[in-house]
Structure formats: C-alpha cells, structure tokens
Nanobody, 116 residues
Framework: QVQLVESGGGLVQAGGSLRLSCAAS????????LGWDRQAPGKQRELVAR???????NYADSVKGRFTISRDNAKNTVYLQMNSLKPEDTGIYYC??????????WGQGTQVTVST
C-alpha cells in the first residue's frame, strides 16, 4: 500500500504565501507524476499543477505566474509554492500521485484559506 501525507496548509491574508508539501511512502516501484488538485466550496475539484518524473510541468491558467510546483525524487516529495495568494485560491488542496505500477492515489487534503 502507498500513502500520501500532505502538510503546509493554513490561513493567510491575500497577497501572502504558503508552501505545501506531500510525501509518498509505502511500497511502490516508481512515480510517474505528482501534483495538486483543489476543491473550492461548492465547486468541482480542479487541477492546480502537475510535474512529471522528467520535470515537465503544467498549471491551471488561474495560478500561472503565482504558483510553482517542484519535486524531490530522492524523497518522493512534491512541493507547491503559492505566492500572491487570492481569496479565490481558498479550498482543500489534494496531493495526487500516479505511480508506475500502483495507479493513482490522492492524499487526505489540506485546507488553504485566503482572507481578504
């Protein structure tokens, strides 16, 4: 079994920054892609950012230029640096991993709240 453990959420004022982390543990062969999804109140879950094992990234248009995703392959960890946060960034952020042989897993979610 595999597990994704997120950390770094919290409450921040608009314009502030937060850094999310997610570490994968358990038995797996490799990780193809890591990323973050989010779900705002009353909305569907959406992709925020993804990064492949080769370092290719993609972002939601709404976060381009403000968020940066990175990964440490040695630690099986993905990070999301979020700058210039806006109230519309508020939501539950879920870590996602696409394992080479285990399939897709999501973490339990971490709350991010951006106040005006």
């Amino acid at each position: 079994q595999v597990q994704l453990v997120e950390s770094g959420g919290g409450l921040v004022q608009a314009g502030g920054s937060l850094r999310l982390s997610c570490a994968a543990s358990g038995r797996f062969f490799g990780i193809n892609a890591l990323g973050w999804d989010r779900q705002a109140p009353g909305k569907q879950r959406e992709l925020v950012a993804r990064i492949t094992s080769g370092g290719n990234t993609n972002y939601a248009d709404s976060v381009k230029g403000r968020f940066t995703i990175s990964r440490d392959n040695a630690k099986n960890t993905v990070y999301l640096q979020m700058n210039s946060l806006k109230p519309e960034d508020t939501g539950i952020y879920y870590c996602h991993a696409r394992f080479t042989t285990n399939g897709d897993y999501w973490g339990q979610g971490t709350q991010v709240t951006v106040s005006t």
